[in-house]
């Protein structure tokens, strides 16, 4: 389904943008744009099984809904801060550089499930 692939070719793009971010040490931006990739490749997901999707940010949510094991549901469990705490200055939440490392390995790890789930 061309909706699919859309949804996952954005949610790759969004995983690259993080690792750009990383390598520039903009770790906040770094740390959202997994989130974010995270969030697209999940709403794939559910986009190819129900053709629909939750408006919501929560990853932990968002994978329940997709089937997800438990390895995945703690992965999105430590992406899912990062949609407020690198957006809002009154969070104020600083990344660093292994914080954000962290974060780029359980997105590509969420992404790698997706994947497989989806046989691409």
């Not at 939750?54 to 899912?80: W, Y």
Request: hydrophobic content about 40%; glycine content about 2%; overall charge positive.
């Amino acid at each position: 389904m061309e909706e699919v692939r859309q949804w996952l070719a954005k949610a790759e793009d969004e995983y690259d943008t993080a690792l750009v971010n990383f390598k520039a040490k903009k770790y906040f931006s770094s740390a959202f744009w997994c989130q974010q990739a995270a969030e697209k490749g999940l709403k794939a997901l559910l986009i190819s099984a129900t053709r629909r999707f939750p408006k919501i940010h929560d990853l932990v949510q968002l994978a329940k809904s997709g089937g997800a094991p438990s390895n995945i549901l703690e992965l999105c469990s430590k992406l899912n801060p990062a949609y407020t705490a690198a957006r809002y200055p009154d969070f104020s939440k600083v990344f660093s550089s292994e914080e954000s490392e962290v974060l780029l390995n359980a997105s590509r790890e969420v992404l790698r499930w997706i994947k497989k789930k989806l046989k691409f």
